[in-house]
């Protein structure tokens, strides 16, 4: 099984922290997380930019920003809301039934290699293929491509999930199955219908 990291086993968030720094004015929010620290901007890391350096040069184009952009790096696990238990369970009970699992996510490499260590269940992969390490990202058909390659599988032989309908669609085309996260529940009545090993809802 293929699995995307943030959104499915874990509950990423920029929301999260900058709630925080602007507290009532969601509008402000809003509009900083869409026209400065952009979808388009953190997609950048997703392919390898480092962090520091993203942030660093934005807060020099983007001064009246500085101190909110820096913090997208300095506070980074703050947009954090932890593992999302319901599907770390899944992938437990996957594991333990002898189901090769793999985890396909969109990630920088910094913040991958915090992750790694700080939720134990990130070590029971039995590969990993990371966006920002690997220089290609989601919903490259390349990224698929290339993780199947690298697990030796072929486009029939893993159920893939992610949040992201991009993602599920580019992974579909390549005759990839493919599941929309929908919440954990949801995906425990779609593992079951196809016939996986995990207990039934």
Known sequence: MLWDLGGVLLDWDPRYLYRKLFGEDVAAMEDFLVNVCSPAWHAEQDLGRSVVE????????????????????????????????????????????????????????????????????????????ISGLERVAKPDPRYFELALLRFGLSPG?????DDREANVRAASALGVPAVLFRGADALRGELVARGLPVAGA
Request: charged residues 25%; proline residues 5%.
């Open 157 to 161: 032989d893993a159920l893939f999930v």
């Open 54 to 129: 993203a942030c660093t040069s934005l807060a020099a184009e983007r001064p009246e920003h500085a101190e909110l952009i820096l913090a997208w790096g300095e506070r980074s696990e703050e947009m954090m809301g932890g593992p999302i238990t319901g599907s770390v369970e899944l992938l437990r009970e996957l594991r333990a039934s002898g189901v090769p699992c793999y985890a396909l996510s969109n990630m920088e490499p910094e913040n991958w290699e915090k992750r790694r260590y700080a939720y134990d269940f990130l070590s029971w992969f039995d590969g990993h293929f």
